[in-house]
């Protein structure tokens, strides 16, 4: 049984390249299940959630993200596919790294790092990240300052698989959540439902 559900009706390239997502691993310290993808944005699409369960652990072990698979034979152009990865993560930023002016580049290497760690291929990636900062005034005022980081990217698959791209995606997140980019343990996502 797999762990997502797409449409017979999705063409079979996209079928195929879906299929490789029972191949990967997802990481042990993440929860992640697939959500309704966003309308509008491609003819076919997939998407899912992840998020540490615990994030009443440290403030550092705390990040959610998402993931959209699109496929759509019109976007070619824009593209340089018919296939585009939308990746979002977002988690609190520890002191050390509230600190660091160069966090940005940090993260952005870090997704990089994953998927050449995953053997993705890929072309045309692009992205942001943002630092937030919050300070309580008021009757806030005693709260602790708390900085976030979030990046938001996309790239095109070079290749007919998904698995690579969606390992990579729990590589980051994890990492932004202060675990190991390498995993302390994984399992298949075959065997986690």
Do not use: C
């Amino acid at each position: 049984m797999s762990f997502y559900e797409l449409s017979d009706a999705a063409p079979a390239e996209f079928l195929l390249a879906a299929a490789s997502l029972a191949k990967p691993y997802i990481r042990s310290e993440l929860k992640t299940e697939q959500i309704t993808a966003p309308d509008g944005i491609a003819d076919w699409s997939i998407a899912f959630a992840t998020e540490v369960p615990d994030s009443t652990e440290t403030a550092s072990h705390r990040g959610v993200g998402r993931l959209v698979f699109l496929h759509d034979p019109k976007h070619f152009d824009i593209w340089g596919s018919n296939m585009r990865i939308i990746a979002y993560a977002k988690s609190p930023l520890e002191s050390e790294m509230e600190r660091e002016e160069d966090s940005a580049n940090y993260y952005w290497e870090t997704l990089m790092r994953a998927l050449a760690k995953h053997g993705a291929k890929f072309v045309s990636e692009a992205g942001t990240i943002t630092k937030m900062s919050s300070t309580g005034m008021g009757s806030l005022a005693k709260e602790q300052s708390l900085t976030e980081i979030e990046l938001r990217a996309s790239w095109s698959p070079s290749e007919a698989s998904l698995g690579s791209h969606f390992g990579a995606w729990q590589d980051l997140v994890a990492s932004m959540a202060g675990f190991s980019i390498e995993g302390e343990a994984v399992i298949p996502l075959s065997k986690a439902q």
